[in-house]
Each structure stands twice: as C-alpha cells, then as structure tokens.
C-alpha cells in the first residue's frame, strides 16, 4: 500500500502566520481558476524547476474539467538537464486546502526545491517511481538482496526500470547490510552528489527495531533505533531535498520472530517491528512523504524467509511485484 498524505490527512508544515509556496506549471496559473477555487486570484511570481519536463495527464473528473476547462492537464516527469517553467503561488492554509481537493487522485503534494533555491509545494505523480528517472536506494542487508542471488527485490527493480529507458534511467543500490536509519541518514549525503539522484528510496528495515542482548551494545547510538525514527527521517528528508530529489520510505517487511532467534548479538521481535512500521508511516504522513507499507507481501508466510528475517528470492520476487504496483 502506498499512503498519500494530501489526501489521508492534511497537515500543513509551516506556520498558519506565513504564505505557502505553490509551484504551478499548470491550470492553477489561471486567474479563472484561481477566482473559483480561492474567491479570488492569488499573488504570482514567475518560477523554474529543474530536473523535471511534462507529459499530459487526461483528466475524467467532471468537477476539474468544469473548472480549467480541459480534459487533459499536465503531470510533471524526471528529466537530467531540463527546466519546467511555471509561477509559484502565495496560498494561505484555506487556499492549498483549496488546491488539494481540486487536484485528481492522480496528483499528489511534495516538496521541490525550485532553480531560485526557494522550497514550494509541487503537485507530482501520485505513484512515486512512476515519474523517476536516477533513483538511488538505501537501506540494509534486505535492500541489498542478502540470501537471494539474484540481487533481492533492488536489482529486480534497477533491472525493469533501466530496461524501460537504457540511455536515461540509472539505479544505485548504495544499502549497506546491518545498517540502520540513522547510520542512512549520516552516510548518504556524501553519496549522492555523482550519482545526480531524482529518487532516493529509504528501505526503512528491521535494524531499526533491533533489541541489542549485551549493555555494551545497547550504549551504540546506531541501536537505538526506535527512539531516533523521526531525527533520521528528517536527515534524509533534508538531503533529498537539497538535491531536488524525492524521498520515498519503504516500512520494514513482516519477520517470524519464531525463526529469527538471536542474531549478531541482536533479538528481533514482531512487536518492536510492527512500532516501528507505525513510527514511520506516522512519520511520513506528518510530513507529506511517500510511505510505501512492505509487511503484507511476506506477512505470515514463513516459507518465504530463509531464516525468519530474511526474504529467499521468492520472497524477494513478492516484495518486487508489491513495489511495482503501488510505485509505478
């Protein structure tokens, strides 16, 4: 499942006192538009966005056709070098409220960092892969294929996703197995300058949730997981934002904790990683970040897993084929 915030639970990250920056490429430009949404038209400035072209969206909703006077709008797609000309929009809370009930279920809010610098909301492709172009991943020994030769459900999705674009389309697995969201935070911005990422994807995975057996263990910062959800997904969240690149955060897939036992001086435990699971989908709902919810493909079919943790290629296959549904 993947959770769209816009449209689950509005919830506005900056203060009620200061405007909100809209980027528009679109109808939302028009003073015809404007008046019938907000009551009224809306103080514009001419604005670019790089690293993005467009592609027409048709549209079946009666509602906006009545209002833009199209049946086909325009969505945003990854480009490396191109520029998308539009206007940024000073919308107070009622106003994107406004905004977000007139855009299709097609569309959804994120953040863009425009070519000004300034940061504005943009209304994107509500798949979140969709749209992608360089996607670099993060994550720990799931997201890296561990006890799948084929790569894990990763190279699955570097495999596909370059095959539908060789000359443009780049997957980076840059995941490091016993990594945690922290350690991710801390590692990845050094990473991703070269690689000129449009999508990062976080595999937010079960180390987070880790319960470590000895006192010298649980004195690692990078173990306590749990309690520093939100500092590490905000990291992230800053970093993908300074390169322009959208965040997307998978939750961590479903364990047997009858099977895992003991492992590296760690407990895994069903309970911890369904907290965690929480954690982050709160996380990103909070913060109109893509939440892509992993734990039913794999939930109660131990068979899947090589040893109660980690997914055998046919697990791996099954995570694939979810991704591909709800992403792309």
Request: net charge negative.
């Amino acid at each position: 499942m993947l959770i769209n915030p816009s449209r689950k639970a509005p919830h506005l990250t900056v203060t009620a006192s200061r405007p909100h920056a809209l980027f528009s490429f679109g109808t939302l430009r028009d003073e015809r538009v404007q008046t019938a949404l907000f009551g009224r038209p809306v103080p514009t400035s001419a604005a670019s966005l790089r690293g993005y072209t467009t592609r027409p969206l048709p549209i079946t909703d009666p509602s906006v056709i009545a209002t833009s006077g199209l049946d086909v709008h325009l969505t945003l797609e990854r480009a490396y070098g191109a520029v998308v000309e539009g206007a940024v929009l000073r919308l107070t809370d009622q106003d994107l409220a406004a905004a977000d009930a007139y855009e299709v279920d097609d569309y959804t809010r994120r953040r863009v960092l425009l070519s000004s610098g300034e940061s504005a909301w943009a209304y994107l492709d509500a798949k979140p892969l969709r749209p992608a172009a360089r996607i670099v991943i993060v994550g720990d020994s799931i997201a890296y294929g561990r006890c799948d030769p084929r790569g894990g459900w990763a190279a699955r999705l570097a495999a596909s996703h370059i095959a539908a674009n060789e000359a443009d389309h780049r997957v980076f697995n840059l995941a490091i197995p016993g990594s945690t969201l922290a350690e991710a935070g801390e590692q990845t911005p050094a990473l991703l300058g070269p690689r000129l990422p449009d999508t990062l994807l976080v595999a937010a995975g079960v180390n987070d949730s880790a319960v470590p057996l000895s006192p010298a263990q649980s004195a690692r910062p990078a173990h306590d997981g749990l309690a520093r959800v939100a500092d590490s997904l905000d990291s992230l969240a800053a970093t993908a934002l300074a390169h322009n690149a959208r965040l997307v955060v998978m939750g961590p897939v479903w364990l047997d904790e009858e099977r895992t036992g003991d492992y590296a001086g760690l407990r895994f435990t069903e309970a911890r990683a369904l907290e965690l699971r929480e954690s982050v989908r709160t996380w990103c709902l909070r913060n109109h970040i893509d939440y892509v919810d992993m734990w039913e493909p794999l939930h109660g079919k131990s068979d899947l897993l090589v040893d109660g943790l980690h997914p055998a290629g046919e697990g791996h296959e099954a995570l694939y084929q979810h991704l591909s549904a709800v992403c792309r």
